[in-house]
């Protein structure tokens, strides 16, 4: 059967997911009476509209089986796109109308070029009334130039579309758009090549990524590279450290439209899971027994960013959550490490464990998932991780590039110039400026909630990773305000958060369970300042006339899981439980902190 493999990869938010949503639907792959869901069924991917997990589906049309790959946009998963590469011949790549190429275009691009793959540009989000899809075009040709694309990959074509109104044409004019989305996959057929594979040689598969399932264990998801394999065949697998192992092949599946169907058999250019090796890792090579040659090595994103998750030692520990202890703790992060390739788990102590990854979205989303899953723990600030290169001490540094309203482009740069930022570019166009920055990663921890505040919303902010260097200042990344710390347990009341409105900012409304050492808000000056938020109003027998207005308190800040992250400093831990997040002090005790900080 005619095959094409292709990946779609776009900056985050241009729309891949939806376009793929659409291909699947205008191709025929549904019945009529269908419902059509989204490629994105993770709960936390349909609440935030982000691609989390890479995710694999098939089409069939004119005669054509169509792999598609569809990938995350964050940098923090930017390890898969990397990998997917591998399985696929082509990619779309998708760019939106009005914003044109981004940060993570750019970094999407530079994979898929240096895989070799052969790229299709879809402009999409044609209707929007801003669309200015002829300059687009122009901006990536200057995209692929300066990335160093050969003579063949610039030749790319042009499919203009609105994933959204299930609309395509190849004219640039929105007025020419079709109800269909033909446009995209003739192109694909026409112009992407089928794999250039050998089904008679020995079975060489590769898996680029990795799921997990309770039944079979740990899957392995990837290409055929040349020959066959069967289920209950035996086969080798040639390991990372060059070693061989043999295994039967227990289940292997197939994907059509959204469902992964079992298939009996594959062939070189087909893409497919395999289970039963339990250990199976991304990167090794399985291979007919006897004639065990490996593929090269699969490079797989270092983790850059670290936390401790440990056991809720709060005193409404149990209150909120019903799996509480370390060792289930550590059952479920080694359970996620084995399907997530770029998270690392090392015991701390008999009751914490330094969990690391890609960036602060990969670790928020793991924090969120064991939240809803009934877990309560506590989590440190995100650091960066050190590297000691040649002798010297390096830490991870971004690409960041900054869209933002002329009023707003000095705090910005005084902000990114604080957290120890180099502008490397600034261009303007109408009364919007984009600038271009190289910044230390620690000092983007918690900068994305100032970086809001600061331009009320109009701002946009993108980085990547770019590469270890030599450490910047020491305070980068800490927060300058200090915060009001409660000194009794109990219910916070009315009358006490009427009168510390003027210390600063509240983090708790009126009624909310309190414990000594929890954050109830942000002082307006550098230290913190332990009050007492639950105390009540003396009662007398005597009134006076205006005595006993009622309180009116300012609303208090809202704080969310990443909020919480980016806010704390080093001697802070967020409380996580199903119902909750609370900033609370390691050192509970308001005397024992004192004499602590005095030490200092």
Do not use: W
């Not at 446009?183 to 799921?211: H, K, S, T």
């Amino acid at each position: 059967m005619n095959i094409r493999n292709i990946a779609i990869i776009a900056h985050v938010d241009h729309g891949k997911t939806t376009l793929v949503d659409q291909l699947l639907k205008m191709s025929g792959t549904f019945r009529d009476n269908e419902e059509v869901t989204s490629m994105d069924s993770n709960a936390i991917e349909q609440e935030r509209g982000i691609t989390i997990l890479a995710k694999t589906t098939a089409l069939n049309y004119k005669g054509c089986r169509i792999n598609i790959l569809d990938t995350p946009g964050h940098a923090d998963f930017g390890g898969e796109v990397e990998r997917i590469m591998n399985m696929v011949d082509g990619v779309l790549l998708v760019v939106d109308a009005y914003e044109g190429t981004m940060p993570q275009t750019r970094f999407v691009l530079k994979k898929a070029l240096e895989a070799g793959v052969t790229p299709v540009v879809v402009v999409n989000k044609i209707d929007k009334e801003s669309a200015r899809p002829k300059e687009v075009v122009d901006e990536v040709l200057d995209l692929f130039i300066e990335l160093g694309a050969d003579l063949e990959q610039l030749e790319f074509p042009v499919v203009y579309a609105s994933g959204l109104a299930g609309t395509s044409s190849l004219d640039p004019d929105p007025s020419t758009q079709e109800h269909t989305m033909d446009p995209i996959l003739d192109m694909i057929v026409n112009y992407i090549p089928a794999p250039d594979v050998n089904e008679e040689g020995g079975l060489q598969f590769q898996p680029a990524l990795l799921d997990y399932n309770d039944f079979v264990g740990r899957i392995g998801i990837g290409r055929v590279k040349r020959g066959k394999m069967k289920v209950n065949e035996m086969v080798s697998c040639v390991r990372i450290d060059g070693s061989i192992k043999q295994f039967r092949i227990q289940k292997m599946f197939g994907y059509m439209g959204l469902k992964r169907i079992e298939v009996t058999e594959a062939k070189a250019g087909d893409i497919v899971a395999i289970a039963g090796l339990p250990d199976i890792e991304v990167g090794e090579t399985v291979c007919t027994v006897g004639s065990e040659e490996a593929l090269p090595l699969l490079r797989i994103d270092e983790p850059t960013l670290q936390m401790t998750f440990g056991v809720n030692t709060s005193p409404f520990c149990g209150r909120e959550g019903k799996i509480l202890t370390a060792r289930k703790i550590e059952e479920r992060l080694m359970k996620e490490t084995e399907r997530d390739v770029s998270l690392k788990v090392i015991p701390n102590d008999s009751e914490s464990f330094i969990v690391s990854g890609r960036g602060e979205l990969h670790l928020s989303i793991l924090i969120e998932n064991m939240r809803r899953e009934g877990f309560e723990l506590q989590v440190s600030k995100p650091e960066v991780i050190v590297k000691e290169i040649d002798g010297v001490k390096c830490e991870p540094y971004e690409d960041v590039q900054v869209d933002v309203p002329e009023e707003y482009v000095g705090s910005v740069i005084e902000a990114l110039g604080n957290r120890e930022g180099t502008m490397e570019n600034m261009n303007s166009s109408d009364g919007q400026v984009r600038l271009n920055y190289t910044v230390p990663s620690r000092g983007l921890i918690g900068f994305m909630t100032e970086f809001m505040t600061m331009t009320k919303g109009y701002g946009m902010l993108n980085h990547t990773f770019k590469e270890y260097r030599k450490m910047a200042g020491s305070a980068v990344g800490e927060r300058k305000l200090g915060v009001l710390v409660s000194m009794e347990n109990g219910k916070a009341t009315a009358y006490a958060l009427g009168q510390l409105e003027d210390r600063g900012v509240m983090f708790i409304e009126p009624g909310a369970d309190v414990y000594e050492g929890m954050v109830v808000g942000e002082h307006s000056h550098d230290n913190d300042l332990a009050v007492n938020v639950v105390k009540g109003k003396k009662l007398t027998n005597t009134r006076a006339s205006g005595s006993d207005h009622t309180v009116v308190l300012k609303r208090p800040r809202l704080m969310p899981l990443e909020t919480c992250l980016d806010y704390i400093n080093s001697d802070e831990l967020v409380e996580v439980t199903p119902a909750s997040f609370r900033i609370r002090k390691k050192i509970l005790n308001t005397n024992e902190r004192k004499k602590y900080d005095a030490k200092k």
